[in-house]
């Protein structure tokens, strides 16, 4: 069994930039292809970023460039780094194993961009 718990959400002004994080319980987590989803009002939620056991990351074409997927697997924390956020990435962010499955969704962490 494992869990994820994200931490780091907040206000950021576009242009700033923020990190999440994700802690994973168990000892799992390095076996685990792993992603970044994120759910704004009215939308379904959707994969941001994908970083499998060996590190190889992928993109969606909206982040890419602007945000960067990592993970310490001693440690068995994911990261994403937000550069140059926008408005529209204003959501609520989640962790997940990548494809997600259903019962290891967490609370999320709420991102808002604003000036």
């Known amino acids: 069994q494992v869990q994820f718990v994200e931490s780091g959400g907040g206000f950021v002004q576009p242009g700033g930039s923020l990190t999440l994080s994700c802690a994973a319980s168990g000892n799992i987590f390095r076996i685990l292809h792993m992603g970044w989803y994120r759910q704004a009002p009215g939308k379904q939620r959707e994969l941001v970023a994908r970083v499998a056991k060996d590190g190889i990351t992928n993109y969606s074409d909206s982040v890419k460039g602007r945000f960067t997927i990592s993970r310490d697997n001693v440690k068995n924390i994911m990261y994403l780094q937000m550069n140059s956020p926008k408005p529209e990435d204003t959501a609520v962010y989640y962790c997940?194993?990548?494809?997600?499955?259903?019962?290891?969704w967490g609370q999320g962490t709420q991102v808002t961009v604003s000036s």
């Open positions: 997940n194993t990548a494809p997600e499955l259903n019962d290891y």
